[in-house]
């Protein structure tokens, strides 16, 4: 039933939202105010995973107060050195932020959209209060999400936010055959070893991270953030299709300059290269060391992000 939660017991994932309009379903997980699937008349268009599972690699997971990484957890603000849990351990970096797992509340429940609300509660190497809400509607344009977070606290806080899904062509289908629309002029190289960040080159300089023009991805292995987004009337779009035509795209405005784009390779054949990560941000790796694109709240400043996945 939409707007409901399942009955029986507490799946892993948290209480089950399903919301659904103009052949789109959606269903939205409380931990972590996740996206646990998205369908299109039936057809899946982020990889789902199961409401009993632990949420596997981020899939559809809200990413704040920041996204990607913040290298060796370690960044200062406002004159004050701050040290992160190291949340992604093999390569010693603070990963997507501090509400992967946190309970989110019901806050407006109806059949087209849900509304979570959590709090960052001050802490170890992120001492600021800030509200976190997560709205999701479906209309005839397809799933919209927005992010708002709000300063809560009696300082200034560095802020960013993000989504993590995994976009689907053709479900069953590797990533390989599909062609990808990336409208980026520049690419944010990393290191090969633990993704950290480098520096901003033209995507001439690395012709295999080019998609400007429609390409099929082939066995280019992508984990990197692209900006300089072509738009129109403000909105860049990346999209995927598969050989038969089908796809999906998300769109977003300039509240999101970045993009980090990842092409799913795992050493698991199951899993390898499912889906194609399409990750919207507001800033870029390392932004709360470097200060790029970083949302700075007064207090009780807000801030909203958003964007939108539809079928193709």
């Known amino acids: 039933m939409t707007g409901e939660a399942v009955a029986g017991p507490r799946p892993r994932s948290g209480r089950q939202r399903t919301i659904a309009g103009h052949g789109y379903e959606a269903v939205i997980a409380s931990v972590g105010a996740t996206l646990r699937s998205l369908t299109f008349e039936g057809r899946d268009l982020v990889v789902p995973f199961a409401a009993g599972e632990v949420r596997p690699a981020y899939r559809g997971a809200t990413l704040a107060p920041w996204p990607n990484r913040i290298v060796d957890g370690r960044y200062a603000f406002g004159g004050v050195e701050h040290r992160l849990p190291l949340t992604e351990p093999a390569r010693s970096h603070a990963l997507h932020g501090l509400v992967l797992w946190t309970e989110f509340a019901d806050r407006?429940?109806?059949?087209?959209?849900?509304?979570?609300?959590?709090?960052?509660?001050?802490?170890?190497?992120?001492?600021?209060?800030?509200?976190?809400?997560?709205?999701y509607r479906i209309d005839e344009g397809g799933l919209r999400q927005a992010v708002t977070g709000r300063n809560l606290g009696p300082d200034a806080a560095p802020w960013g936010t993000g989504p993590h899904p995994y976009l689907v062509a053709a479900p069953g289908e590797r990533v390989d055959a599909w062609t990808l629309t990336l409208p980026a002029?520049?690419?944010?190289?990393?290191?090969?070893?633990?993704?950290?960040?480098?520096?901003?080159?033209p995507v001439t300089a690395?012709?295999?991270?080019?998609?400007?023009?429609?390409?099929?991805?082939?066995?280019?292995?992508?984990?990197?953030?692209?900006?300089?987004?072509?738009?129109?009337?403000?909105?860049?779009?990346?999209?995927?299709?598969?050989?038969?035509?089908?796809?999906?795209?998300?769109?977003?405005?300039?509240?999101?300059?970045?993009?980090?784009?990842?092409?799913?390779?795992?050493?698991?054949?199951?899993?390898?290269?499912?889906?194609?990560?399409?990750?919207?941000?507001?800033?870029?790796?390392?932004?709360?060391?470097?200060?790029?694109?970083?949302?700075?709240?007064?207090?009780?400043?807000?801030?909203?992000?958003?964007?939108?996945?539809?079928?193709?």
């Open 185 to 201: 002029a520049e690419v944010l190289t990393v290191t090969a070893d633990r993704l950290s960040p480098i520096v901003v080159e």
């Open 108 to 135: 407006v429940v109806a059949d087209d959209c849900v509304v979570l609300a959590g709090t960052i509660e001050p802490q170890t190497g992120y001492p600021f209060r800030v509200e976190v809400e997560v709205e």
């Open 206 to 312: 690395h012709p295999e991270w080019d998609f400007r023009a429609p390409r099929v991805l082939g066995d280019v292995f992508i984990d990197h953030a692209f900006t300089a987004l072509s738009r129109a009337d403000g909105i860049a779009e990346v999209r995927v299709q598969s050989p038969a035509g089908t796809g999906v795209a998300i769109a977003f405005d300039e509240a999101c300059p970045w993009v980090q784009v990842h092409t799913a390779d795992t050493p698991d054949a199951a899993t390898d290269r499912l889906g194609l990560a399409v990750e919207p941000m507001t800033c870029p790796p390392g932004a709360f060391a470097s200060g790029i694109d970083l949302v700075v709240f007064p207090p009780g400043g807000v801030h909203t992000a958003s964007w939108r996945l539809f079928a193709l």
